[in-house]
């Protein structure tokens, strides 16, 4: 138990479906990200938030939205996605990013199927 | 971005063995981190050290920041230590490496 948790743990949608992702923590700290892992592939880091806002976006294409309503809850809001984008969505948090004693915690993960 | 190597990709351990992965990285960073990510997808903070040696138990790591290498030792091994270990290392953001992939059979 990490003090990430994420729900759901398996979802599996078609191309048309609209879907969520959600992810809250419970350590108190005030950034939060989504990373995807695909198979055989290094974590990707999608999107960071501090403090509420977006700092980062790495180039997801808009079919990914995230929301970040407090510094406690993400979401990712999903659609029209596309088969390649089957992977795994983990969350993670951390105190401040980029400082120099930031330690990141992950949540168990989505395992997304797209068909 | 910071480039990150692992090595080796693979590792097939007897239990009680011991082994030592690596962690390459292209830049001076301030923060690196080893993860342990288990057969069901969660991966838990095994160290932060962006320098020097830590141990935990059965592991330890060296962090040699100003020749860009950290290492991880895993001794006598037991199967719960099997999954992937990522290095994750960064200065604004974290950039992970492709993991070693440790199967300890018993």
């Known amino acids: 138990e990490t003090g990430v948790t994420q729900t759901p743990r398996h979802l599996v949608m078609g191309m048309t479906n609209k879907k969520s992702l959600k992810c809250e923590q419970h350590l108190g700290h005030n950034a939060m990200y989504w990373y995807k892992q695909s198979a055989k592939k290094p974590l990707e880091l999608m999107f960071v938030y501090n403090f509420k806002e977006q700092t980062e976006n790495n180039s997801v294409p808009s079919r990914f939205s995230p929301e970040c309503p407090n510094s406690s809850h993400l979401f990712l809001h999903l659609h029209t996605l596309q088969p390649e984008d089957s992977a795994l969505y983990l969350c993670?948090?951390?105190?401040?990013?980029?400082?120099?004693?930031?330690?990141?915690?992950f949540g168990p993960g989505t395992r997304l199927t797209v068909l | 971005g910071i480039q990150v190597e692992q090595s080796p990709p693979d590792l097939i351990l007897q239990e009680g063995a011991n082994s030592t992965l690596r962690c390459n990285f292209s830049d001076s960073v301030n923060n690196l981190q080893w993860f342990h990510q288990n057969p069901w997808g969660q991966l838990i903070n095994l160290f932060y050290i962006p320098s020097g040696t830590k141990q935990n138990g059965r592991l330890s790591a060296t962090t040699v920041a100003t020749e860009r290498y950290s290492l991880l030792y895993i001794s006598s091994s037991q199967t719960t230590d099997s999954g992937v270990y990522f290095c994750a290392v960064g200065i604004n953001k974290f950039y992970f490496g492709s993991g070693t992939k440790l199967n300890v059979k018993p």
């Open positions: 993670a948090s951390s105190q401040v990013p980029g400082a120099r004693r930031d330690t990141q915690y």
